[in-house]
């Protein structure tokens, strides 16, 4: 499914929500606060809130939602989820590191049982 993202230029762009491996809010003090959208080998960032985001995407797509390490929202495509392992040599207050099909990795502030649990719940 195609999805319209507006990007902080105010212009838009057209993604396959299905191949999208996270979003989330921005970490301060980035200026202008947006949402980053991870479409690898592809980042974006988009003026829209997360929420107006979210409810744009699949419902069908599996994602989840967690905290990252800042205390911040993000939302994982849990079918492109590789992985959910223990962190090392992390954030502090990161209890888990999910790592991506493609590449890359989220830290998160939920154990890895729960962050498990949360991606195979998700839908």
């Known amino acids: ?40 080998p592809r980042r974006y960032a988009s003026s829209e809130p997360l929420e107006t985001l979210f409810a744009r995407f699949d419902p069908h797509l599996d994602l989840a939602r967690l905290t990252t390490p800042a205390g911040t929202t993000v939302i994982v495509n849990a079918d492109l989820v590789s992985s959910v392992i223990p962190p090392t040599n992390h954030h502090p207050d990161a209890r888990a590191v999910i790592t991506f099909l493609e590449g890359g990795d989220q830290q998160v502030r939920e154990t890895v049982a729960e962050a498990a649990a949360a991606l195979g719940a998700a839908d």
Request: glycine fraction near 2%; avoid cysteine.
């Open 1 to 40: 499914m195609l999805v319209k993202i507006r990007l902080l230029d105010g212009s838009d762009a057209v993604i396959q929500s299905e191949l999208v491996t996270r979003f989330r809010e921005s970490h301060p003090p980035t200026v202008p606060p947006s949402v980053v959208i991870d479409f690898p």
